[in-house]
């Protein structure tokens, strides 16, 4: 099992450059260029890795308050990787979709693509919904998601 210091220097490296990606797309720091994406996604991107870092982080100092904000920033990195999935799916004009599975060509590739991050998109807001029944549940302080035990 790693060393709790070293998930701490990994997940605290992966947030703070999740962080410098958001600050970056948005202007506020130096960064590259020109992106070949939506401005809104840099900070999307940004975010997951910033907030994911963290929540990883804070996993490594186990208390009810941690678990709570780990929580809440859990259900964030999947709510920015879902939208991310969704706008691939359903966001307008052509993406360029690759695979070495897209043999049929590029408009039957971009298809296929759409429908695959349609089916993520789809998952991850699943699993959001999820997560965030037994997040409020655990905060509210109802029972833990458990299945039923028999008295017997």
Known sequence: MAK??????????????GAWMMLASLGWMPGPGST??????GPIVGGVFCFGGAAAVLNQFPSAITAAITSVLSLVVVAGLTSLFGFVAFGPGHHEIGSPFMIFGPRVGEAAGRVAFGLGTALGAMIFVMMARSTLRRLAGGAEDQAPTSAA
Do not use: N
């Open 4 to 17: 709790p210091w070293v998930a701490i220097v990994l997940a605290g490296g992966t947030s703070l450059m």
């Open 36 to 41: 070949h994406g939506h401005e809104w996604m």
